[in-house]
Antibody
Framework: EVQLVESGGGLVKPGGSLRLSCAAS????????MNWVRQAPGKGLEWVSF????????TYRESVKGRFTISRDNTKNSLYLQMNSLRADDTALYYC?????????????WGQGTLVTVSS | EIVLTQSPATLSLSPGERVTLSCRAS??????LTWFQQKPGQAPRLLIY???YRATGIPARFSGSGSGTDFTLTISSLEPEDFAVYYC?????????FGGGTKVDIK
């Protein structure tokens, strides 16, 4: 059974940092592209970042470029999101999501999310 | 960035009714359009990818159509478990973007 379990969220002050993790199981993690997607409370979905299966292609939404860093460790079946210089508008539930295939960027499995709250 | 506009924002319907949800893109996305369903307190669930392909385990009452800038998600006969928010999403270009969602609630 495919499972994605996020962790690392919490309450942080503006300007602070957090590192999110996503533990994957039930599939060959190293052969799948991965994403982070967020959802502010009561709002819609917003894609944040993508990393390909080998970790050598990465992209971000403009509002997080230079502040967030996506990475993965295929030996540990884990995805990460290092978030620095956090702002109030980064407050959201952060999901990791798997791409359906290497050529189809449709998110076929999602974790349950980890909540990040940025507030003084 | 490609903007996706979903309409209507809310639909109030009864079980058994046919539902048609719209998603319009600000520029062509080819057939690279995905539909998700999200229920309160749950992660989104993949329904349709590449405009018309049902994901694994998705009932046949869900269907997708369209190409270019205009797309439709149809639910042929609403079941009680279908009351939820539906989002479209494009993968034609970075950044990947979502529509604002359509809430289907019980009349």
């Amino acid at each position: 059974e495919v499972q994605l379990v996020e962790s690392g969220g919490g309450l942080v002050k503006p300007g602070g940092s957090l590192r999110l993790s996503c533990a994957a199981s039930g599939f060959t993690f190293s052969t799948y592209n991965m994403n982070w997607v967020r959802q502010a409370p009561g709002k819609g979905l917003e894609w944040v970042s993508f990393i390909n299966d080998g970790g050598n292609f990465i992209t971000y939404r403009e509002s997080v470029k230079g502040r967030f860093t996506i990475s993965r460790d295929n030996t540990k079946n884990s995805l990460y999101l290092q978030m620095n210089s956090l702002r109030a508008d980064d407050t959201a539930l952060y999901y990791c999501a798997r791409d359906l295939s290497t050529v189809t960027r449709a998110f076929d499995f999602w974790g349950q999310g980890t909540l990040v709250t940025v507030s003084s | 960035e490609i903007v996706l506009t979903q309409s209507p924002a809310t639909l109030s319907l009864s079980p058994g009714e046919r539902v048609t949800l719209s998603c319009r893109a600000s520029q062509s996305v080819g057939n690279f359009l995905t539909w998700f369903q999200q229920k309160p307190g749950q992660a989104p669930r993949l329904l349709i990818y590449d405009a018309s392909y049902r994901a694994t385990g998705i009932p046949a009452r869900f269907s997708g159509s369209g190409s270019g800038t205009d797309f439709t998600l149809t639910i042929s006969s609403l079941e009680p478990e279908d009351f939820a928010v539906y989002y479209c999403q494009q993968r034609s270009d970075w950044p990947l973007t979502f529509g604002g969602g359509t809430k289907v609630d019980i009349k």
